[in-house]
């Protein structure tokens, strides 16, 4: 069965650092997400991107943060200037046809700042 | 703003058992809800989608209904197996004025099935 795949599956990095966490969503998928989940906390929704551009943005994804759709298969989070309370869980998500269609989730990307 | 809740936090059960885990929301204006399963260390595996305009939905021994006008979703499990034990984590797209891309999740029912 096709899945989303995300890497590095850990990524440690020091605050004000850079990051881009990458992910292959499922090939035929038009959707793509990005959500996080704080150690204990719900998940929390952060971006969704639909042709090619933002569709629509939560109050945490500021200008810190940013996605690309590079190629025709990869979709990536940039977190500028890392602080510590970025430190999370972070998914990315794709769906067929947006919300009539169920989400598949990658594995996540841990994402430690020190 | 929308608010999922669930309960109870962890449930712990002998295998063979049949059991419920619970969901509401606190705004019935939702386009549909979806139910998770999340294994440790692990992404989220979608279990069931229910359009608003419907009442239940089944995948094998998995059952989840829908009361949109109560606020309430329920997740049933028959004959319950140790390969069950996960955290279920139940989620609401909104549907607000022009929609919405967002699923709200509530934080989990960590079940515990013990041989």
């Known amino acids: 069965e096709p899945e989303v795949t995300q890497t590095p599956s850990h990524q440690v990095t020091q605050m004000g650092q850079e990051v881009i966490l990458r992910c292959v969503p499922i090939s035929n998928h038009l959707y793509f997400y990005w959500y996080r989940q704080i150690l204990g906390q719900k998940v929390e929704f952060l971006v969704s991107f639909y042709n090619n551009e933002i569709s629509e943005k939560s109050e945490i994804f500021d200008d810190q943060f940013s996605v690309e759709r590079p190629d025709g298969s990869n979709f990536t989070l940039k977190i500028r200037s890392t602080k510590l309370e970025d430190s999370a869980m972070y998914f990315c998500?794709?769906?067929?046809?947006?919300?009539?269609?169920?989400?598949?989730f990658g594995n996540g990307t841990r994402l430690t700042v020190t | 703003k929308q608010e999922v809740t669930q309960i109870p936090a962890a449930l712990s059960v002998p295998e063979g058992e049949n059991l419920v885990l619970n969901c509401s929301f606190t705004?019935?204006?939702?386009?549909?809800l979806q139910w998770f399963r999340q294994d440790p260390g692990k992404g989220l595996t979608s279990l069931l989608l229910i359009q608003s305009s419907q009442r239940e939905q089944t995948s094998g021994r998995l059952n989840a209904s829908l009361d949109k006008s109560s606020g309430r979703s329920t997740l049933y499990i028959a004959a319950s197996q140790p390969g069950d034990s996960a955290t279920y984590l139940c989620a609401v797209f909104p549907l607000g004025q022009g929609g919405s891309e967002k699923l709200v999740f509530g934080k989990g029912t960590k079940l515990t099935v013990n041989p």
């Open positions: 998500a794709s769906s067929e046809v947006g919300t009539d269609s169920p989400l598949h």
């Open positions: 705004d019935s204006a939702i386009y549909n």
